[in-house]
């Protein structure tokens, strides 16, 4: 059982011979042609670059702020026991005076006191804080310890929520 190949005439065989392979193209560049790309690759790069160093600028500018929370967190602490009330809500005073002297400066804050104070305190806060900050920077750090006592004892939570409230979000 041998089989041979069937014999191509000599034409046939001739045109096979001279066949080439197929010659396939370059594969395709994931480099853009054109200049657009590049100069739009160029405008992305810049605008994260612009945004990376915004966010950086911002994080340090709000540094003043990160290091009053951390304070106002002592604070609320020290404003539980009635022993240690009034003084704590003298620092809470003393704590929103040095912020908004990082914020402003001394020469506009420095020499606000007592309504003056708490307005300014009230027209840089929220819109809808219920500015128990003012009384206690107008009223209740300078009243006696005896009358602190008597006070409800939710009024240090709302007075530091308050406070943290105004230091996250006072506008300058």
Same mark, same amino acid.
């Given at each position: ?109 420095? +020499? *606000?006191? @007592? ?6 305190? #009230? ?5 809808? %804080?219920? =500015? ?17 006592? +008597? *006070?409800? @004892? ?6 530091? #929520? ?5 230091? %996250?979000? =006072?506008?300058?």
């Amino acid at each position: 059982m041998n089989e041979t190949a069937p014999a191509l005439d000599p034409m046939a065989e001739t045109a096979l011979r001279s066949m080439k392979d197929i010659i396939l193209p370059p594969p395709v560049s994931w480099f853009p042609q054109t200049w657009g790309w590049a100069v739009l690759a160029g405008l992305i790069l810049a605008a994260l670059l612009a945004w990376f160093f915004a966010e950086i600028r911002r994080y340090r500018r709000n540094a003043y702020r990160r290091e009053a929370l951390r304070l106002l967190d002592g604070i609320d602490v020290r404003l539980r026991p009635p022993a240690t009330r009034q003084a704590s809500m003298h620092d809470i005073g003393l704590l929103l005076k040095q912020v908004a002297i990082a914020a402003w400066g001394r020469d506009i804050v420095g +020499r *606000l006191s @007592g309504d003056e104070w708490a307005r300014f305190l #009230a027209s840089h806060g929220d819109v809808d %804080e219920r =500015h128990l900050l003012g009384k206690v920077v107008d009223d209740f750090e300078y009243r006696n310890p005896a009358v602190l006592k +008597r *006070l409800p @004892g939710n009024l240090g939570d709302e007075l530091v #929520a308050d406070a943290r409230r105004w230091i %996250e979000n =006072h506008h300058v």
